[in-house]
């Protein structure tokens, strides 16, 4: 077994799955966060630096600099930037085009974190979030993910052990420790639980490229896009009371806030819906859902939407990656659509230009 172990080491060393390479800390509110003052590093050795405040960003300080606005985006590994360079995430690159099109300049906080869903989204910002007075708070919501998601309650939550995340049930086993540092120091073990070396670096060469790792993901995501009844209407409105529970907070200051749809591949791939479906299981679906009812759901709430999939649709380019996230040119669109919407009020009346009217 040594033997075995020093020539995965030195030959073939066995990769933490993509999702987990950020260190976390396990936190009483979010159930785990970003371990501050960390580094990782994403497939192609891309790093994944945590800065004392617990982002993948730059430090910014809590108390207010004056003449500078401040956006904060919460969100899940999309807007946190998996796969890409720090200053290729969507956030980064708002704050580039702020800042060039702006005389006074602009703070982007990204206090996005892999694997949150709506419920951390709003327990970070009641207990955590609102300390950095933001001007603008928006919420990267993944339709693949936060759509029907049911966590409302702490005590759901995973949470995190020397630097790595664990299930809720997992948390209680005696021998938890002794397995998370095995898990963290051997190849070996790794290449068991992983169940093979399958989370190497895995972009793909075009669009229609496929792993079959990659297609087991999207296949369980399907069921995002069933056409629309009322149990998927019921199912839905946990999510959206807890974006509620956002909105509310950011109204006692007086803060605009709203909702960046992000789209799921399954949505915006022929190649990939011709692989996963057959034409019944077409017929079941809707691929304008869930953002149709979404949208619907949060104007009804007086919460402004910023529905990325039109313009994702519109573009000929593989945006994503292999493991689901975006390539560098996905984030730059979508940050290019969201700075279009918060500067103009032609195209996004109800959120506020608070940035240019306040300072």
Not at 29 to 55: C, W
Not at 75 to 82: K, L, M, P, R, Y
Not at 85 to 101: F, G, I
Request: charged content about 25%; overall charge neutral; glycine content about 4%.
């Amino acid at each position: 077994l040594v033997i075995i172990e020093v020539g995965f080491k030195l030959f073939h060393p066995i990769p933490f799955p993509l999702e987990s390479n950020m260190y976390f800390e396990a936190d009483p509110f979010t159930g785990y966060r970003l371990k501050p003052n960390s580094i990782g590093y994403f497939q192609q050795t891309i790093p994944a630096r945590v800065n004392e405040n617990g982002h993948r960003d730059d430090v910014v300080s809590t108390k207010r600099t004056e003449g500078v606005s401040r956006i904060l985006v919460l969100g899940d590994s999309f807007t946190v930037g998996a796969n890409v360079a720090e200053h290729q995430s969507y956030v980064a690159v708002l704050e580039m085009l702020l800042n060039r099109s702006s005389t006074s300049r602009v703070e982007v906080i990204n206090a996005g974190v892999g694997g949150w869903e709506p419920f951390q989204y709003a327990q970070y910002y009641e207990h955590y979030g609102w300390k950095f007075s933001p001007d603008l708070i928006l919420v990267g919501f993944f339709v693949g993910n936060d759509t029907y998601n049911q966590l409302k309650d702490a005590a759901q939550l995973r949470t995190a052990i020397l630097g790595r995340r664990v299930s809720s049930k997992a948390k209680s086993d005696r021998f938890i420790h002794l397995k998370v540092f095995i898990y963290k120091h051997s190849n070996i073990a790794r290449l068991i639980l992983n169940k093979g070396p399958a989370h190497e670096d895995i972009r793909r060469r075009n669009c229609s490229d496929f792993s079959d790792q990659y297609l087991d993901i999207q296949r369980n995501r399907l069921n995002h896009h069933l056409k629309r009844t009322k149990s998927r209407e019921d199912l839905v409105r946990n999510s959206i009371e807890q974006i509620k529970r956002i909105k509310k907070l950011a109204e006692r200051d007086s803060i605009p806030f709203g909702v960046v749809l992000i789209p799921d591949e399954n949505q915006i791939n022929r190649n990939l819906q011709q692989v996963l479906l057959t034409d019944e299981e077409r017929s079941r679906l809707d691929f304008e859902m869930p953002q149709l009812m979404l949208k619907e759901m949060f104007t009804a709430e007086a919460i402004p939407v910023i529905d990325l999939l039109p313009y994702f649709l519109q573009d000929s380019r593989c945006l994503y990656m292999n493991d689901t996230h975006w390539t560098a040119e996905g984030h730059e669109l979508a940050a290019a659509v969201i700075y279009e919407n918060i500067t103009n009020e032609d195209l996004s009346p109800n959120i506020t230009n608070r940035l240019s009217r306040r300072h």
